[in-house]
């Protein structure tokens, strides 16, 4: 018999001992174990590269283990050595088949004869394969990974890697990537250079109505933005390249965003605080110190009833503030509207009706006229008599006049609380600011019956943030976020009028000024080519697929068309410049309609559930 033959160990002071201490190689063995059993754990399957189903520099398949569950949406992971390098694979997974290994459904029959209750003697199993898109490869080249080569379950350094995170140096996280059907991988990562002007600008959500798809997301997006801020400006006071975000909110639907500063019943600490947390953020809590505008009341001084708690600040415009903003023209932006014969006559009165003066330092200063209707009914009343149009222009004719009167007397009418009828002063918005501010919500929903009007509050917006960003008092660092649902509305594709070419404006060119448009709307083939291509990130919530099959989409791949089509409520494919990332959302803390705004958070008591009254003060903690 052999005798064993004993190694003895050493211990720090390098005597020889046999305490069970093992020594570095010993450890190193160990480690090596570990990793090679975790590696092998992660292994899910084998490139395979049969007739029909070959590897291309876009796309490979791979055979799956028989105890490894696949699913669509997983990250994966693939290396293998050509040409003298080790180059790694990182792709998702865009469906997963199983193969069975008779030739036709009637010899699957047949092995039961027919028989659900029958269990044959010998089982023929199948195989499962899966084809993963390749998001990435490095070191960056332009050839399929070998067949054989072992593919490997991505986790978070692999998403993270896979969606290019570690190249971005001013990142933010916008979900959680979604790893299959429940699992997760890591924060999803947006540039900010890509969405607040440095190398581009603004977001798009598409997404159809009721399924907390824009509004929310948009809103989640601004939550993170002002965390962002306000951690920089604290950590980093002196930062010569500070980071101020403005957030202006525009309410179209209902009073939903009228809450915001409210605690939604549907959010359960228990249930939904982890995915926050994986985010980065410890206690996620309604926003606070909310302002709140709304139309103003026909003879009165106060906004319109929009069930909000908290105070709601009256907006309106008198004859005497458009004509000092500059914004008579955009009373008169609807299609039917745009001929020259119309126009002029619009624009000459705008001139008849200001006192426009230049000062040295090339501000313009604009006022009415001393002579000029001071009101809107007294302007209406000038305009029906023929004895002032020829103070414009004889050549204006009868019909332009009428028109432009039937006009302006509707507006009047229907908008009357927002368009000061009889009242030389209004309270028109002042939206600008220096510093990081918490959000403003203006609602245009109480303008409904009147679209022209809620078009044209959102020109006095977009108007007032272009001029106090290219004007004297322009702020290093300040940022506008100008969220907007409904874009369809307010920059419909194929339109010309002057509206839609702000918005145009505000999207082709203000982005490296310091307004960021966060559109949304629930089909994007009807807004404004310009407004959609020059958005930066594209977000997708679930889409109607007649919307997806339209042009503007054909940049997605069948499989993600299919994918948006059924994403739930939580998820969103986000597009930067890469595959779309598939992400999942937490759920907001704060309330997205009146039925859902409780007064205090839903709080743990003994591992139940407690809802505090409704009638209960808005928490503050």
């Known amino acids: 018999m052999t005798d064993e033959i004993l190694i003895p160990e050493f211990d720090v002071n390098g005597n020889g001992s046999h305490t069970g201490i093992p020594n570095a190689d010993q450890a190193n063995r160990t480690e090596d174990t570990n990793a090679s059993a975790n590696s092998f754990n992660r292994i899910i399957g084998k490139v395979a590269s049969p007739p029909q189903k070959e590897s291309t520099s876009e796309q490979f398949h791979f055979w799956v283990r028989q105890d490894k569950l696949v699913e669509k949406t997983q990250i994966v992971r693939t290396e293998s050595h ?8 990182y792709a998702i997974v865009e469906e997963v088949y199983r193969q069975s290994r008779k030739k036709d459904i009637g010899e699957e029959f047949d092995a039961f004869d027919g028989d659900v209750n029958y269990q044959p003697q010998f089982l023929g199993e199948g195989v499962t394969f899966a084809t993963a898109t390749i998001l990435r490869t490095e070191p960056p080249v332009l050839a399929p990974p070998l067949e054989q080569s072992s593919v490997f379950l991505g986790d978070d350094s692999d998403a993270r890697l896979a969606y290019r995170a570690d190249e971005i ?106 995915d926050w947390q994986r985010l980065g953020v410890e206690n996620p809590k309604p926003f606070e110190n909310v302002t709140f505008f709304a139309p103003q009341m026909p003879g009165g001084n106060i906004g319109v009833a929009t069930r909000c708690r908290s105070e709601v600040q009256p907006y309106s415009w008198s004859l005497g503030n458009i004509i000092e903003k500059g914004l008579f023209t955009y009373l008169f932006a609807d299609d039917d509207s745009i001929n020259d014969n119309f126009r002029v006559l619009v624009l000459d009165l705008e001139a008849y009706l200001t006192d426009e003066r230049v000062a040295n330092d090339g501000t313009v200063n604009r006022s009415l006229r001393n002579n000029a209707p001071r009101t809107f009914q007294l302007l209406l009343d000038w305009i029906s008599d023929p004895e002032n149009r020829n103070q414009l222009s004889p050549d204006h004719h009868r019909a332009t006049w009428s028109k432009l009167r ?32 918490d959000p403003t919500v203006i609602d245009l929903n109480a303008l409904t019956r009147v679209p022209s009007l809620q078009r044209f509050v959102v020109a006095t917006i977009l108007q007032q943030l272009i001029n106090e960003r290219t004007g004297t008092n322009s702020v290093k660092g300040l940022v506008y976020l100008i969220a907007l649902d409904e874009l369809n509305r307010f920059a419909p594709r194929g339109s010309k009028d002057p509206i839609t070419k702000l918005i145009e404006n505000v999207a082709a060119e203000m982005r490296s000024q310091g307004i960021i448009l966060l559109g949304a709307q629930q089909q994007a083939s009807k807004v404004s080519d310009k407004v959609i291509e020059n958005s930066s990130i594209r977000v997708i919530g679930r889409s109607g697929s007649l919307e997806l099959s339209q042009s503007i989409w054909r940049f997605l791949s069948k499989s993600n068309q299919r994918k948006a089509v059924e994403l739930t409520v939580s998820e969103k494919m986000v597009i930067q410049d890469n595959e779309p990332m598939h992400v999942r959302v937490p759920l907001p803390p704060w309330a997205m309609n009146p039925r859902e705004a409780t007064g205090n958070p839903v709080i743990d008591v003994d591992a139940t559930t407690v809802e505090e009254d409704d009638d209960d003060d808005i928490a503050t903690h």
Do not use: C
């Open 82 to 89: 050509v040409g003298g390098i080790t180059i790694n694979f």
């Open 169 to 274: 140096d001013n990142s933010l996280a916008i979900g959680l990537i979604k790893n299959g059907g429940s699992a997760i991988a890591g924060s999803g990562m947006i540039d900010l250079d890509y969405l607040l002007g440095i190398n581009g600008g603004h977001m798009n959500v598409n997404g159809v109505a009721g399924r907390g798809t824009k509004s929310s997301f948009l809103l989640f997006l601004i939550y993170q933005l002002l965390r962002k801020a306000r951690y920089r400006a604290e950590e980093y006071p002196s930062d010569p390249n500070p980071l101020m975000v403005v957030p202006i909110i525009l309410n179209v639907k209902g009073y939903d965003l009228f809450h915001i500063n409210r605690w939604s019943n549907r959010y359960r600490r228990e249930e939904h605080l982890a």
């Open 406 to 437: 039937r006009k302006l007397l509707l507006l009047v009418h229907e908008g009357n609380g927002v368009l000061r009828r009889d009242d030389q002063n209004g309270h028109p918005l002042n939206l600008g600011q220096r510093q990081t501010t």
